[in-house]
């Protein structure tokens, strides 16, 4: 079996895969956060939401913090600033639930709101001498891009999904992205055996979530789902992406490039013209993801809160906001040495039914076990 490597990987966050559009809505544009300014006696919070500055305020003068557990016993120790301090806030929405990114000179506290009430689920304060991080050990999400073609009046969440990469961290600052060959033969939730990427035609996206966490033995915790267009217009929304391409590929030379929408998505699905095929469209993808992840951590963590709000409208997901957030936010707190990716390559066969298939090997088993800790 061959193994085809992903180009090390700076890491994930944007959680945006080859595809696109899952929702039709137009994507909104990118913004901060408005609202009436809160006078406070420590913290200067500017323009933002009243019980976000509430929140900030607890963060840095004391009193009643809203926080996940994780979050709530990192800052348990917390002492009150002793100066003036500016916290800014950069806001958006996820799946239905709003969104914060909270930052303060190196600080940065991540925040989403239930019910008019604002709650800090992670971040890092080097101001108030917390160590390390604050978001969650390891962990693996799929993206998957559908291969619906409207022609045929076909739909993003029960099309074939053509791609599948898993991202995983570590939680030590480490991580990985792992491409799954479309041809890999089996087991269906329905019974009986198929090609893995054919799962979300028989139960959606949560079948082909459930299918790719059997298959690998990774603890999958959620699903981001794209299909064509939005793709596209996601890409093109954000003033397009940069890509370090190992080979040249189509009209994409090898070396940096910027692509627009149209472009990202052609590099994405060929294949043809690719000695390895189906395996090096795959490590491809992983180079995309690589691109979306670098123009992330070049915009800052307030940034951050704003490509997750672009994307929103255009995938369809059963992550919450805290997980997008905290998730998405290791590109800051990765390094990159420590951060790789593989597409496994096991010989191909032929089904009783005489299709083609790739059967499950015992190197791509091993490829499987060894990003169980989130790193490749």
């Given amino acids: 079996m061959k193994l085809a490597r992903i180009a090390t990987l700076p890491l994930v966050s944007l959680l945006v895969l080859t595809g696109c559009a899952a929702k039709e809505e137009p994507a909104r544009p990118l ?21 976000l500055a509430k929140l900030a305020t607890a963060i840095y003068e004391g009193g009643d913090l809203k926080a996940n557990k994780r979050t709530a016993a990192a800052l348990a120790d917390r002492k009150p600033v002793d100066s003036k301090i500016t916290v800014k806030a950069a806001t958006g929405e996820w799946n239905k639930q709003k969104m914060a990114v909270l930052t303060s000179d190196k600080d940065v506290t991540l925040a989403v709101e239930k019910d008019g009430t604002w709650t800090a689920v992670g971040g890092w304060w080097p101001s108030l ?12 999400v799929l993206l998957m891009g559908s291969d619906a073609q409207k022609s045929k009046g076909e739909k993003v969440r029960t099309a074939r999904a053509d791609a599948l990469q898993v991202v995983g961290v570590d939680g030590k600052g480490g991580g990985g992205v792992l491409g799954i060959p479309r041809d890999l033969w089996v087991d269906m939730p329905k ?50 992406v940069t890509i370090d391409a190992p080979i040249p590929v189509l009209g994409v030379k090898a070396g940096e490039s910027k692509l627009d929408g149209d472009a990202a998505l052609e590099y994405a699905r060929e294949r ?57 936010a290791w590109v800051y707190k990765t390094d990159p040495s420590k951060v790789g990716g593989a597409v496994p390559e096991p010989g191909f066969g032929y089904s009783a039914d005489g299709q083609y298939m790739l059967p499950m090997d015992a190197p791509t088993r091993k490829i499987f076990d060894s990003f169980a800790d989130g790193n490749l």
């Fill in 191 to 240: 019974g009986g055996q198929a090609k893995i990427n054919a799962a979300m035609m028989q139960g959606g996206p949560e079948a082909q979530q459930k299918v790719v966490a059997d298959v690998t033995g990774l603890k999958v915790e959620g699903y981001v789902l794209t299909g064509f267009k939005g793709f596209e217009k996601l890409v093109d929304e954000i003033g397009g």
């Fill in 31 to 51: 913004t901060s956060a408005t609202a009436s300014p809160t006078p406070t006696s420590g913290v200067e919070t500017g323009k933002m939401p009243a019980e």
């Fill in 272 to 328: 043809k013209t690719l000695s390895n095929g189906d395996f090096g469209r795959s490590a491809h993808q992983g180079v995309l993801l690589a691109g979306f992840a670098a123009l992330a951590k070049l915009n800052g963590p307030a940034g951050l809160v704003d490509l997750l709000d672009a994307v929103d409208p255009l995938v369809e997901t059963n992550l919450s906001a805290e997980q997008a957030l905290t998730l998405g």
């Fill in 129 to 140: 001498d917390v160590k390390k991080a604050v978001l969650g050990g390891k962990r693996h």
